[in-house]
């Protein structure tokens, strides 16, 4: 049985008369590649926004690793490890590839603070910057203004900048949509491979289905703010209430 | 301090409370439709000084004429900003939108002094408002009386525009859903422009009305005034009228009260007073939340 | 050849800027003078405004406490003015500590307006308390004495040598700002300015990152006011109303935002053109805005981006 990761204890949301997160109590379990799905206003947002630190809820708490997170701002959680990706992109358009994946590897490294010393002189942190963009298929791109860079490989390189923080717990929004199949292709096999080497755990909000389930250990389905569906793929897609969810909408069987 | 002491220095808040939110007013109406924090505001409360000083030269002395169409000539001046510069960079970030209009305060300064030459003016006094009253047995000048009473009626003529007329209703629509007011058939640039222009109005006419009551028109007076303004607009809340009303009273009120009792730190205690709000309650009293 | 255009430029500067010092005559010497202390002033600035897009009303407040702090130094604990120009610029930047402690929780216009009212408690306090300040007179009578160092004595009461010591302080500036852009740091500040909300899930503090440049910002401008203060041999309690604050902006703005020899044309334009047309007429600041607004409409890569070919 692998560590508990995160944990959700009665997490609640209300906008208004919204409710976007309705007693929410989850356990993710380190390396188990988990997807949130559920139809549009299921509360999917609210619930990454309030988990990375954007909104606060109402009532609830949140354990990271064994430490209460609930009230601690967003750069004080990436700096224990949980941090997101976003379904827009994202990025710093007028830095170059390589500067995006640097800020954030530079934090990650605890080495921002440096105010005299050289860029260039961070050869360690620039090494793990050059392999991250080989592993995402962007190095011959290194150069570039992100601005100039094609959608689906701003899409990628929003990925990349996530995994640059090495977080220990990663969600991931819609980190496909966008994309090229070749493109798609890459950035799964990453994810992939990175849940499997455990250095990364993953959490994927998505509305693709294939993807979801070939992909997932675990998935998670929301309506209304609330957890209707909890199991392995298949459980989910028995569950006759996730079935009444979805009705009339594709449940590849 | 006894009673007399104290209605006095009351009134004396007053005046220059009403005063400030004479000038206000405009800044408040188009930060709140148009977003923007237009420096040169204190020009158009300087340009109507003068121009209304120079109407009622032209025109054989009558203050009121001079009330009536030095601003009108103002008016032309904020059209020409708005239309032909302020519109090109509201996209822009906003360091450009206010730089724009400080380049505008150093331009109107030294038009001015171009104009009207570089030294202080005296001001001629309004038939029927001049010299005092006598109030508990000291004297109060009857012109900043009539100012008290003007302030709170111009604050009642923009409500009633703003809430009761049809004009309004555009203009609150268009300040809070842009794209909404757009999308139901708001000509949201014009609109914007004649905002802007009723606003230059506003502050011109807090110049003019200044004429008598500061008594000297000096190029550059309009520095001193947007910075009182902006001191009122942040502590009602930017963008809120109502706000900048009770603002004024406060500040009109701190700065008589401080001149009397702490003349060293009279200044001081409006900026603390500013800078507390802007950190415990950075809408203002009134304003929309951040 | 485009690469070492920048290198050539800052040789020329820099030859330049010597040759002026060894044959120029004094309105010449006391004129570059000027220009580069403007230019740590400016360029301090942009490290705030170029980098985190922050724009502050306040740093007047700093250039009068590296001015103010230089001077009750010289008058009332030792006349030394290298220890002066460390106290000044300490000062200033203590001050930036206190101020920008409450400024950086805000952005945009918020924090434009509380820069404004920090910047202008600053100013009251100069203009009120006399018996330290001088008030509106200022303090006067700060004489450049020789800076002594150790067995050495180093006179620089001279306008000549003076220019030297600021070349000199100018030169340690860039090297610093420059360093500071290429840093780390750096990354951090421009990505503050690219994308906030990013930063913060890089895992970076965005208030402590804008301190940090409030802070250096503020440093550079004690640095100039102390300078300033040496250069005129008195203080003016103006330097430290808030209308002093736009200065560094507009010259930065002539000169071109975002680039790093923006602050220094801007400031080398905006000195010198001011001389030549107050040559002329008296209305130097109708021009100074009409130029102004022409680069706001228009040219907002300023001087720097139209010479590099880039209109922003």
């Known amino acids: 049985m692998s560590r508990e990761i995160l944990k959700i204890v009665s997490l609640n949301k209300a906008f208004g008369r919204v409710q976007a997160a309705a007693d929410i109590n989850l356990s993710l379990q380190e390396g188990v590649l988990t997807s949130i799905i559920g139809p549009n206003g299921a509360g999917k947002s609210t619930l990454i926004n309030i988990l990375s630190g954007s909104i606060p809820p109402d009532s609830g708490r949140i354990y990271f690793l064994g430490t209460d997170i609930t009230r601690l701002p967003v750069h004080r959680r990436v700096k224990l490890g949980l941090c997101r990706s976003f379904q827009l992109v994202n990025i710093f358009p007028e830095l170059t590839v390589f500067e995006n994946i640097l800020l954030p590897a530079l934090a990650a490294a605890d080495r921002t603070r440096h105010l005299l010393r050289a860029i260039r002189r961070e050869t360690a942190v620039r090494a793990q910057v050059a392999q991250l963009l080989e592993r995402i298929g962007l190095q011959h791109a290194a150069d570039t203004v992100a601005s100039a860079l094609s959608h689906g490989d701003q899409r990628v390189l929003e990925v990349g900048v996530a995994l640059a923080a090495k977080p220990k717990l990663l969600f991931l929004d819609e980190p496909t949509a966008g994309m090229n199949p070749v493109e798609r292709v890459r950035v799964l096999e990453n994810i992939r491979e990175l849940s499997h080497s455990k250095q990364t755990t993953f959490v994927l909000v998505e509305h693709d289905m294939d993807i979801v389930f070939s992909l997932s250990d675990r998935v998670i389905v929301l309506h209304h703010g609330e957890v209707i569906g909890d199991g392995t793929t298949d459980a989910v897609k028995n569950d006759p209430r996730v079935r009444e969810v979805y009705l009339g909408q594709e449940v590849p069987a | ?290 | 050849m485009k690469r070492y255009a920048p290198i050539l430029f800052a040789g020329i500067a820099l030859a330049a800027l010597v040759l002026i010092g060894l044959i120029g005559g004094r309105f010449l010497i006391y004129l570059t003078s000027r220009v580069m202390i403007l230019s740590i002033f400016a360029m301090g600035y942009n490290i705030l405004f170029g980098r985190t897009g922050l724009l502050s009303f306040g740093h007047a407040a700093f250039y009068a406490g590296g001015a103010y702090g230089l001077g009750l130094f010289m008058l009332h604990v030792l006349p030394h003015p290298l220890l002066g120009i460390v106290v000044g610029v300490a000062c200033a930047a203590l001050l930036a500590v206190v101020i920008g402690f409450f400024c950086v929780r805000h952005t945009e216009i918020y924090f434009a307006m509380l820069t404004l009212a920090f910047g202008m408690m600053v100013f009251s306090l100069i203009w009120n308390l006399r018996d330290i300040t001088g008030g509106d007179d200022g303090l006067v009578g700060i004489i450049r004495t020789p800076i002594a160092l150790g067995p050495l004595s180093i006179p620089i009461i001279k306008p000549q040598s003076y220019y030297f010591l600021i070349l000199a302080l100018l030169l340690l500036s860039v090297f610093l700002i420059y360093r500071i852009r290429h840093s780390p740091f750096g990354l951090v500040l421009a990505g503050i300015r690219e994308n906030e909300k990013r930063v913060a899930f890089a895992g970076v503090s965005l208030k402590n990152y804008r301190l940090g440049a409030f802070v250096l910002s503020g440093a550079f401008a004690g640095l100039a006011g102390a300078l300033g203060t040496l250069l005129e041999s008195s203080t003016s309690p103006f330097s430290a109303h808030w209308s002093h604050s736009a200065e560094p902006i507009l010259v930065t703005l002539i000169g071109g935002l975002q680039t790093f020899a923006g602050p220094m044309v801007g400031s080398a334009v905006f000195i010198v053109l001011r001389e030549v047309i107050e040559r002329f007429t008296h209305n130097w600041m109708l021009w100074f805005s009409i130029i102004l607004l022409v680069i706001i409409m228009g040219f907002r890569g300023g001087i720097v981006g139209i010479l590099s070919g880039r209109r922003k």
């Open chain 2, 1 to 290: 301090m006894n009673l007399e002491s104290l209605v006095h220095v009351c009134l004396a808040g007053l005046s220059t409370g009403m005063f400030i939110w004479l000038v206000a007013s405009g800044l408040t109406l188009i930060f709140g439709v148009l977003g923007v924090l237009n420096f040169a505001h204190g020009s158009f409360y300087m340009l109507g000084a003068y121009c209304a000083f120079t109407a009622l030269k032209l025109m054989g002395g009558n203050f009121w004429l001079g009330l009536l169409v030095g601003p009108l000539v103002v008016c032309a001046v904020g059209f020409v900003i708005e239309r032909f510069f302020l519109r090109h960079v509201y996209g822009l970030e906003l360091p450009y939108q206010l730089l724009l209009t400080f380049a505008f305060v150093l331009l109107f300064d030294n038009l001015v002094k171009i104009i009207w030459g570089a030294g202080s003016i005296g001001s001629p006094s309004v038939p029927g408002l001049s010299g005092s009253v006598n109030i508990l047995g000291r004297f109060f000048p009857v012109y900043n009386l009539f100012i008290i009473v003007v302030g709170p009626l111009v604050a009642l003529g923009l409500w009633a525009l703003i809430e009761k007329t049809w004009y309004g209703r555009i203009i609150r629509a268009a300040s809070t859903e842009r794209e909404m007011a757009a999308a139901i058939g708001v000509r949201v640039p014009a609109l914007f422009t004649g905002v802007f222009v009723f606003g230059t109005w506003l502050g011109a006419v807090g110049g003019a009305l200044a004429v008598p009551y500061i008594g000297l028109l000096t190029p550059g007076m309009g520095e001193a005034i947007i910075i009182e303004a902006f001191v009122v607009a942040v502590i009602g809340g930017l963008g809120s009228l109502k706000g900048a009303f009770l603002g004024a009273l406060v500040i009109g009120l701190l700065s008589s009260f401080g001149t009397r009792f702490l003349p060293a730190f009279d200044m001081f205690l409006t900026f603390i007073l500013m800078a507390a709000v802007l950190l415990w309650r950075p809408q203002g009293f009134f304003g929309k939340a951040v």
